[in-house]
């Protein structure tokens, strides 16, 4: 059994990049921009008027102007506005040259074409040039792009960007006793469900995950199965991954030339799982029981998928959390138990912890992070979690 930090790095050093695309930037958010994105233009392109009211040459209460012309958003005013004068403007606005500052309407008493300035702010009321941002304004590469990313991208004038391409992920539910949701079970039979997680876990963060069928425990339809994902830059097999005598993936695989990076991993839940290289792809082999498979999904696939979408590769996020309640010492395998946060942030964890229990993890919001041999911890003491 290796350290979970050590599976970890044998499994950045298993991932590989998938190549790039060009975006238009209404699918950028949630995709990894890989090519620096530059502004041609400045933001605001000109000095822009910030409200409503009348462009002027400074201005003191009392002051009566002459209205020249009028300055509208996407239509401005072509003169230059001299001494005494002013512009009607809106918000939005270029400033009419010659111009210092906007008085706001609710300022000023109109007169036929002429203002009088009833008070005069601090503010001019003017968004000068580049206020925003400058033109060479850049956004780097690598960044997962957000929405507030593509409203900034879309202001630079960018329409599209260049993204890695989503990694095409397999993954290969195993077992006789396997039914896809909404089948009819035998007798012997359950639902197959920890794979629809890693499904949705994948979409979620940039992947095409691809749901190949059930594969039944027999080396033939094993092969099948990997023969259906050769084209995949990452496949992930759940089950088959222990000791049994119907365990066979890690058979299958290796009769397909599989290299292995490691077996067993001293980690609760998720013992028994595997990595290496097939092929073009990396492998990963989850355990079955449905909290271990997706408890792996947090801690493994989804860090090393950020990896392959060209992100730092580093562990899952962990912040520090106020126990609510105490823990027990821990054993010698590091354990990430299933939790949940009052109002107030402070952490409880689950009584029933073992590896079958959906119904528990489909409460928790988070994973307690206990270090092999952590010693027994008070109420009141700051643990690492997991969010999930
Ligand atoms: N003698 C030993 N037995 C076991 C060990 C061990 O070290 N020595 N490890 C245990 C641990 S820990 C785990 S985890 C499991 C992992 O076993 P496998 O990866 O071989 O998984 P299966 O035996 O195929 O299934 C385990 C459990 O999960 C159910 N399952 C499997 N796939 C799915 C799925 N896609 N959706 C829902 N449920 C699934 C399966 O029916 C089993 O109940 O091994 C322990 N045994
Ligand atoms: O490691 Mo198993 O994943 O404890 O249930």
Redesign the pocket.
Known sequence: MIPVSEALDALFALARDPGTEDVPLVRAAGRVLRADAVSAWAQPPFAASAMDGYAVIEARPGDRMKVVGESAAGHGFSGTIAPGEAVRIFTGAPLPDGATRVVIQEDVDRDGDSIVIREVEGATNVRTAGADFPAGHTLCAPRLLNPRDVALLAAMNVGSVRVTRRPEIALIATGDELVAPGGNPGPDQIVASNTYALHAMLEAAGARPRMLPIARDTMGSLETAFALAADCDLVITVGGASVGDHDLVARAAQALGLERAFYKVA??????LMAGRLGEAALVGL?G?P??AIVCGHVFVLPLLGAMLGLPARPAHRIGARLAAPLPENGPREHYMRGHRDESGGVTVYDRQD?SLLSVLNSADCLVVRSPRDPARAAGETVEIIPI
């Open positions: 980690m609760r839940p998720g013992k028994p355990p029981n909290v271990s590896s």
